[in-house]
């Protein structure tokens, strides 16, 4: 993969957070897998709706609601463009990726599921493309199945085709896992599925920040995405549906904006993509969006994947001179998040030895408890990278668990 070389120092000075020392020590802040930090530029765009143009959108004809329109409005296009949807309408704003599996699960579920039939999922689900499809099984008597994976923390393809029974409705599953960074197949399994005509779910969450995504090209019915873990601000997120999926299901909340008219007898819904946001939505957060995808423009996607996927080979070989270390998850297809355990230490402790040597890392189930119960472990660490990450930071975690480790041991 070839990308041009970014000026690191430089893109730095863009996340004011990067510049915090915690216990009087620099930042070293390798937790994006949870959340990104956020460029000025964004930081600014939430600052200006506020203090300039705070307006609620679709309902006024005054010049402050038909800005406010304009700035929402144009963000969905970004997001449409971002992932090359064919429309900008097949872009519904949510909470965030649990909101838009909810969604999905809640309406597709309520139209097309009945007794007997299943839900694919894989073994490696955040438990928000777990737990939805599970609320919506019990209710309709359905059953949710799942696509095994190996140790190495690598889905177990050649069960797929016996999966994919008649029974089947849907399928989802992650692009790439948080708690174990494996890229999953994605057009393998959507080759597969579509060959049997089940539609497939994509959860994006780990992936829409790391690397290009056609869902065009993918030919994916629906994918989920925050925008807190693409730079953007919290409380915002993205379903993208195919225009066929998202006019046949039924809406997931009325209220205000989804309805063209309302009578106490009869509710005839609202267009694309207005079905599916009932209420005030977020709309700092999607003009904050978009503007985070501006930025994430300018740098590049390819040249961040490139920076990244450098990191992270870095981090790796460097990490794996730590005596004592393992790797859960080893796929050959690997993303920006490495997932570790230290022998005789226990993951919370080393995290907090971690923090305050003022190192951010992630510790616990990564709301992946079964990836757990399968490695049969009580959680892992984790270091999960982002572009504006160093190699120096790396050297800093490798020299903060060697100290930890001399401590504990
Ligand atoms: N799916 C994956 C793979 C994730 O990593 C996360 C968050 O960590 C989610 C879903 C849930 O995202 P959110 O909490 O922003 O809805």
């Not at 390798?30 to 709706?49: C, H, I, R, S, W």
């Not at 006024?60 to 929402?72: C, D, F, P």
């Not at 994916?220 to 925050?226: E, P, Q, W």
Request: aromatic share 10%; glycine share 8%.
């Amino acid at each position: 993969m070839m990308g041009k070389t970014l000026d690191i120092a430089k893109i730095r000075k863009d996340f004011p957070l990067l510049e915090t020392k915690v216990y009087g020590k620099d930042l070293v802040y390798l937790d994006n897998g949870a959340t990104t930090q956020k460029p000025f530029a964004v930081l600014e765009a939430l600052d200006a709706y506020y203090k300039d143009y705070n307006s609620n959108v679709h309902r006024g004809v005054h010049i402050l609601s038909q800005k406010a329109t304009s700035a929402y409005e144009e963000s969905r296009k970004k997001v449409a463009a971002y992932i090359n949807a064919a429309h900008s309408y097949e872009v519904i704003y949510t909470k965030g990726t649990t909101d838009a599996i909810n969604l999905v699960a809640s309406t597709f579920g309520r139209k097309y599921l009945k007794e007997g039939d299943s839900i694919l999922i894989s073994a490696m689900e955040h438990h928000s493309n777990i737990v939805p499809w599970q609320m919506i099984c019990e209710e309709r008597g359905a059953t949710l199945k799942v696509i095994p994976m190996d140790k190495e923390g690598v889905l177990q393809l050649d069960l797929l085709p016996s999966l994919l029974d008649e029974r089947v409705k849907l399928v989802s599953f992650t692009y790439v896992s948080n708690s174990l960074g494996t890229v999953n197949p994605v057009r393998e399994i959507i080759r597969q599925a579509h060959a049997r005509n089940i539609p497939v779910m994509i959860d994006a969450a780990q992936a829409v920040q790391h690397f290009p995504i056609d869902v065009q090209e993918l030919d994916v019915d629906f994918m989920a995405f925050s925008g807190h873990k693409l730079y953007g601000p919290t409380g915002i997120g993205v379903l993208y549906g195919k225009e066929k999926w998202l006019n046949d299901l039924p809406p997931y909340q009325g209220g205000g904006d989804m309805i063209k008219t309302v009578t106490f007898e009869k509710t005839i819904y609202n267009e694309l993509p207005y079905k599916f946001e009932a209420g005030t939505p977020d709309i700092s957060g999607a003009i904050g969006l978009g503007v985070a995808i501006d930025y994430v423009n300018s740098i590049g996607l390819e040249n961040i994947q490139a920076a990244e996927q450098q990191l992270v080979t870095y981090a790796l070989a460097k990490l794996a001179e730590i005596e004592g270390i393992r790797f859960i998850g080893n796929a050959p297809e690997r993303s920006s998040a490495i997932s570790f355990l230290l022998e005789g230490i226990h993951p919370y402790d080393l995290g907090e030895l971690l923090d305050k040597q003022g190192i951010a890392i992630r510790t616990g189930h990564h709301c992946t408890e079964p990836v757990m119960d399968f490695f049969e472990i009580p959680g892992t660490c984790r270091a999960s990278f982002a572009f504006y990450n160093t190699t120096a930071e790396v050297d800093v975690l490798v020299a903060g668990i060697k100290r930890a480790a001399a401590i504990l041991i």
